[in-house]
C-alpha cells in the first residue's frame, strides 16, 4: 500500500511544481486539477472517503470549473 | 442571557436579506442596535461563564465563554459598530443590499471571535470575518481598491492557512481543540512542538493585527475601501483580532519565547507605523500607518503579559477604537465633500464645517494622547506598567507618541488654517455623523476624567489576567 | 510518508506565493498551499488498522478500531472555505484585468503615492 | 533571484514543520509518527463512541436506538451533531463569498457563446442534467449514512446548472435560487433556535434519532444536511451564472 502512496506523492509534488513553473496558465490549472484528482485518491488511501468526495466534487470539480471560466473571460483580452 | 444571540441574529438576518431587497439596510441597523442593547445585558454579569452549543459539554463541545475581558470588548465593539454605522449613514453605495450582508456577517464574526472557546470555531469565525473584509476592502470606487482586496485575500488566506496548522498541531499533540483544555495540557506538550505551533499562530494572526513583517495590506485597503467599510475595518476589526491573539498566544500557549518574539515585533511595528505614518500624504494613509503604530504597541503590552500591561493594553484598544472610529468617519466625510483627501486639497475644509474638525481634532488629540483625553491615561497607565520591566520600552512608547503628536497636529492645523479660496460659508454635516461623533467624543473625555478607581471594570481584566495566567481560562 | 510530501506541498505552495507575479498563478499556488494543509490534516488522524469510520451492515461496532474522524470533520470545513475564497479572488482577478488590462504585477501600476 | 529566495524561504519552512514530526513521546506529548495515534487520548473517541453525555456502551449498526447522535457515518455526526457550529460558519462563509463575487462581477447580460451547441448535444444534456439532480439529491439526503453530504450533493447539483449554462446560450438562472438560498440559510438558523428552546442549547437536537442505519435516524442531522445541500446548490449555481456574466459597460 505505501508503495502506491510513495508513487502518488512523488507525481502530486511533480504536477505541483509544474502548476506553478508552467508557462501557460491553461497548463497551470490543469495541473491543479490534476494533483487536486491526485490528492483525492491519497484521501482515499487514508481511509477519508468523506473529504475523497468533498475534494472531488467541490475541491476538483468545481474549482477547475472556476478557473476555466476565469480564463475564458481573462482570454478575451488576449492577454497570454 | 445567551451570547449565542449576538450571532445567531446577524446571522439569520444576513440570510434573510439576501433576497430582502432594499430590507437589508433595515435588518442591518436592527441587528445592530439589538446587539448593542444584548451586549449591556451580558455586560453586567461577573466571573466565567461558559454557554455550551449543541448540547455537548466542552472539551468534546463547542462552548462560548464569557469573562471579565469579553464583556468590556463585546461592549465596546457593539457600540463602536452602531457608532460607525450612524456616521456613515450619508454615504451611498453601489449594491448597498449586498454590501449590508456584508457588514452584518462583520458584525456576527466579530462577536463570535470574541466569544468562542473552541480553536477550529474561531478559525471559522475569523475566515467569515476575513472574507466579509475583503469584500468591504473592494468596495471602494476606483480600481486600485480591487488590486488592494487581492493582494489582502492572498496574504489573508495563506495566514488563515498557518493558524489552521497550528490548531492541528495542537490537536495531534494535546487531542482536544477546547482552548480551556489546550491550557491545562499545555505544560505537558513538547516544547519545540509548541514553539512551531505558536509560531504558525503568530503568523496566522499576525496578518489580522497588522504585526509587523505581515502588514503590508492595510494602508492600502484602507486608503482605498469606502467610507463605512475603511471605518469598520479600522475601528471594528481590530478589537476582535486583538482580543484573539491575546488569548491564544498570551493565555493558552505562553511560552517567554513567543511573548519576547512578539515583544520586539510589536516594537518594530510601531516604530515604522509612525515613520511611514509621519510622511503621507493622504489623511486615510497617514490613518492607516497609524493604526498599523496602535496595533503595534498594543501588541508589545500584550507581550510583556504582566497584569497593569494588559490593562494598559485593553485601555489603548479601547482607545483606538473610539479614536479611529471619529478620524475615519471624518476622512470619509471629506472624501465625499471634497472627493480627494490629500493634505493640499483639503487644506481649511475644517473652517467651514467647525464641527468636522471638532471631531478629526478629538480623535486626533485622544490617538497622541493629549491630556483630558481617554488616550493620555491609557498611555500614562502603560509608561507605569513597564517603567520596572525595562527602560526601552517606555521610551519607544514616548518617542511614538512624540511623532504621533507632531503629525496630528500638521493635519489639524492644515484642516483649520484660513485658505482664502474656499468660501467661508458653512457647509453642514451630516446629521448622523454629528450625533455619533458627539457620542465618541463624550465617551473618550468621560474616560479622560474619571478617577482611575471608578474604572473597575478595567482593574477586573487585571486580576482576571492573573487568574488566567494560572488557571485554565474559562469554564473546562 | 503521505505527512512528509503534504508539508512538501504547502512548501511548493509557499514557494509559489513568493515567486509568482502573475494573479491567476497565485491562486493557483494558494490552492496548492491549502491543498498541502488539507492533506496533513487528514494524514493526522490516520490509523495503522483503522477502518472507515462510517458503521455498515460489515463494520458494524462501535468498538472496532477506526481511524480518527475529527480531523476529516475540520477537512471538509476548509475545503469549501478554500473554494469560496479561490471564487472571490478569481472575480477579484476578473475586475482588476478589467481595469488594469493585465494581471501580471509587476505591469500594474499601483498608485503607491 | 526572487524565486531563489523564496525556494530558501520555502525550504526552510519545510525543515521547520518537518522538525517536529513523530515527535511523541511518553513523558512530552508530540505529534505521533504517521498511523501510530491512540484515539484514546483524543476528544475524538468519544464521537466514535457516541458516548459524550453519558456511556452509551456498544453501538450495533441496524440495532441501536436513540444514540446520542444516531448517524451510522462518525464524520457526518460530528459535522452536523457534534460541531454543529462550526458547519453553520462554513456555510456563511461560502454564502458571503458567493454574495461577494455577485458585486463583484454579477449582473450584466448574458455572455454568448463562440461556438454554435449541436442540438443532439442540447437535448442529451437535458437527460444528464435530470440524471444529475437525482444523484446530487441522493447524496446529500443519505449523509448520515453513506460518505458524502451536504456540501458534495450541493455540488453536483451546481454542475448540472453549469451543464445547462454551458449548453444553453441564453439560459439564465432563475432569481427563485436566490429566495431558496436566503431561506435554507435562514432555517438552518431557525433549527438552531429551536434547538436553544426546546433543549436549551443552540443547535441541540430535538429530534428522536431512531436506530442507527435507518433513512429517518439521526434526528436533525438528515434534515441539516438536506438545508446544506440545497444552499449549496442553489449558491454555487448563482455563482457561476456570475462568471457567465458580461463586464457592465463602464
Known amino acids: 500500500m505505501n508503495v502506491i502512496s510513495f508513487i502518488i506523492g512523488i507525481v502530486l509534488v511533480i504536477s505541483a511544481i509544474v502548476a506553478i513553473e508552467a508557462k501557460k496558465l491553461i497548463t497551470s490549472v490543469v495541473m491543479l486539477s490534476l494533483s487536486s484528482l491526485l490528492a483525492v485518491v491519497s484521501f482515499v488511501l487514508l481511509k477519508a472517503p468523506d473529504v475523497a468526495i468533498t475534494e472531488a466534487s467541490v475541491g476538483a470539480g468545481f474549482t477547475t470549473a472556476i478557473f476555466l471560466l476565469t480564463l475564458k473571460r481573462l482570454g478575451r483580452g488576449k492577454s497570454e | ?476 | 510518508m503521505i505527512q512528509y510530501f503534504s508539508v512538501m506541498l504547502i512548501a511548493v505552495g509557499i514557494y509559489g506565493l513568493l515567486s509568482q507575479k502573475n494573479l491567476v498563478k497565485l491562486v493557483v499556488s494558494l490552492n496548492i498551499a491549502e491543498l498541502g494543509v488539507n492533506l496533513f490534516i487528514v494524514s493526522l488522524g490516520y490509523v495503522a488498522e483503522g477502518k472507515i469510520p462510517i458503521l455498515s451492515p460489515i463494520v458494524n461496532s462501535s468498538s472496532m478500531n477506526f481511524v480518527d474522524p475529527l480531523p476529516q470533520a475540520l477537512v471538509l470545513t476548509a475545503i469549501v472555505i478554500g473554494v469560496a475564497v479561490t471564487a472571490l479572488a478569481l472575480s477579484l482577478v476578473l475586475k482588476v484585468k478589467e481595469s488594469y488590462g493585465t494581471i501580471e504585477l509587476d505591469e500594474i501600476r499601483g498608485d503607491n503615492s | 533571484m526572487k524565486k531563489v529566495v523564496a525556494a530558501i524561504i520555502a525550504f526552510l519552512f519545510f525543515v521547520m514543520f518537518v522538525s517536529i514530526l513523530n515527535s511523541d513521546s511518553k513523558s512530552l506529548m508530540g505529534i505521533p509518527k504517521f498511523g501510530e495515534v491512540n484515539l484514546a487520548e483524543r476528544v475524538s473517541s468519544r464521537y466514535i463512541s457516541k458516548s459524550v453525555s453519558e456511556d452509551a456502551g456498544e453501538i450495533i449498526y441496524g440495532e441501536t436506538n436513540n444514540a446520542e447522535s444516531g448517524s451510522a457515518n462518525m464524520v457526518t455526526s460530528i459535522v452536523v451533531n457534534y460541531r454543529s457550529f462550526d458547519t453553520l460558519g462554513e456555510v456563511t462563509v461560502l454564502f458571503i463569498a458567493t454574495t461577494g463575487v455577485a458585486i463583484l462581477i454579477g449582473g450584466g447580460k448574458r455572455q454568448r457563446l463562440a461556438i454554435s451547441v449541436n442540438p443532439i448535444l442540447k437535448i442529451s444534456a437535458r437527460i444528464i442534467v435530470a440524471l444529475l439532480l437525482v444523484f446530487g439529491v441522493y447524496v446529500f439526503t443519505h449523509g448520515h449514512l453513506t460518505p458524502g453530504g451536504g456540501f458534495p450533493g450541493g455540488t453536483i447539483i451546481a454542475a448540472s446548472t453549469l451543464l445547462m449554462l454551458v449548453v444553453e446560450d441564453d439560459k439564465r438562472v432563475s432569481k427563485l435560487l436566490k429566495f431558496l438560498e436566503g431561506s435554507m440559510g435562514f432555517l438552518y438558523v431557525v433549527i438552531g433556535i429551536a434547538g436553544l428552546i426546546i433543549t436549551g442549547s443552540f443547535l441541540q437536537n430535538f429530534l428522536p434519532t431512531g436506530t442507527i442505519g435507518n433513512l429517518f435516524s439521526a434526528g436533525i442531522a438528515p434534515v441539516v444536511y438536506s438545508i446544506i445541500g440545497l444552499k449549496v446548490g442553489a449558491e454555487l449555481s448563482g455563482l457561476l451564472d456570475d462568471f457567465f456574466a458580461e463586464e457592465e459597460e463602464k
Open chain 2, 1 to 476: 442571557m445567551n451570547p449565542v444571540w449576538l450571532i445567531a441574529l446577524p446571522l439569520g438576518l444576513a440570510f434573510l436579506g439576501i433576497f430582502a431587497g432594499k430590507f437589508s439596510k433595515v435588518f442591518l441597523w436592527i441587528s445592530s442596535i439589538i446587539n448593542v442593547t444584548l451586549s449591556f445585558f451580558i455586560f453586567n454579569g461577573n466571573g466565567i461563564e461558559s454557554y455550551i452549543i449543541g448540547g455537548w459539554a466542552p472539551p468534546y463541545g463547542i462552548n462560548l465563554v464569557v469573562n471579565d475581558i469579553t464583556r468590556l470588548f463585546l461592549l465596546t465593539i457593539n457600540i463602536i459598530f452602531l457608532l460607525a454605522l450612524m456616521t456613515t449613514s450619508a454615504e451611498v453605495i453601489k449594491k448597498p443590499e449586498k454590501n449590508s450582508i456584508a457588514f452584518m456577517l462583520s458584525l456576527a464574526a466579530v462577536n463570535g471571535i470574541l466569544l468562542t472557546g473552541d480553536l477550529f470555531n474561531l478559525f471559522v469565525f475569523l475566515e467569515i470575518s476575513a472574507v466579509a473584509a475583503y469584500i468591504m476592502a473592494s468596495s471602494g470606487t476606483e480600481a486600485v481598491s480591487k488590486l488592494a482586496s487581492f493582494k489582502y485575500l492572498i496574504l489573508g488566506s495563506i495566514a488563515s492557512s498557518f493558524y489552521l496548522l497550528g490548531v492541528v498541531v495542537i490537536y495531534a499533540s494535546t487531542g482536544t481543540l477546547n482552548m480551556a483544555d489546550v491550557v491545562s495540557k499545555v505544560t505537558s506538550m513538547n516544547p519545540d512542538v509548541l514553539l512551531v505551533a505558536g509560531l504558525l499562530m503568530i503568523v496566522g494572526l499576525g496578518v489580522e493585527t497588522k504585526l509587523f513583517p505581515f502588514n503590508g495590506w492595510a494602508p492600502d485597503v484602507y486608503a482605498n475601501a469606502s467610507g463605512r467599510s475603511s471605518t469598520i475595518l479600522a475601528s471594528v476589526l481590530p478589537i476582535a483580532m486583538i482580543s484573539a491573539f491575546l488569548r491564544i498566544i498570551v493565555f493558552m500557549i505562553n511560552s517567554g519565547k513567543l511573548n519576547e518574539l512578539t515583544i520586539i515585533l510589536g516594537v518594530i511595528t510601531a516604530v515604522v507605523g509612525e515613520i511611514l505614518a509621519f510622511s503621507q500624504k493622504r489623511m486615510k494613509k497617514m490613518l492607516a500607518y497609524s493604526s498599523i503604530a496602535q496595533a503595534g504597541i498594543i501588541l508589545t503590552m500584550i507581550g510583556i503579559g504582566s497584569s497593569k500591561s494588559l490593562i494598559g493594553a485593553s485601555m489603548l484598544v479601547l482607545n483606538n477604537g473610539f479614536g479611529k472610529l471619529l478620524l475615519f468617519s471624518v476622512a470619509s466625510q471629506i472624501m465625499l465633500v471634497v472627493g480627494s483627501d490629500n493634505i493640499d486639497d483639503i487644506s481649511g475644509i475644517g473652517r467651514k464645517s467647525p464641527l468636522l474638525s471638532l471631531l478629526f481634532g478629538a480623535g486626533a488629540l485622544t490617538i497622541a494622547g493629549m491630556p483630558l483625553f481617554f488616550g493620555f491615561r491609557s498611555k500614562l497607565y502603560i509608561i507605569s506598567a513597564t517603567i520596572d520591566k525595562s527602560a526601552w520600552i517606555p521610551a519607544i512608547i514616548l518617542i511614538t507618541a512624540a511623532i504621533e503628536a507632531t503629525y496630528y497636529f500638521r493635519w489639524l492645523f492644515n484642516l483649520v488654517k484660513p485658505y482664502a479660496k474656499l468660501s467661508e460659508k458653512r457647509t453642514p454635516i451630516p446629521f448622523g455623523l454629528a450625533l455619533a461623533g458627539l457620542i465618541a467624543v463624550f465617551i473618550i473625555i468621560i474616560f479622560g476624567i474619571l478617577p482611575q478607581s471608578s474604572l473597575d471594570f478595567f482593574n477586573k481584566i487585571g486580576d482576571l489576567s492573573v487568574q488566567l495566567g494560572n488557571s485554565p481560562m474559562g469554564v473546562m
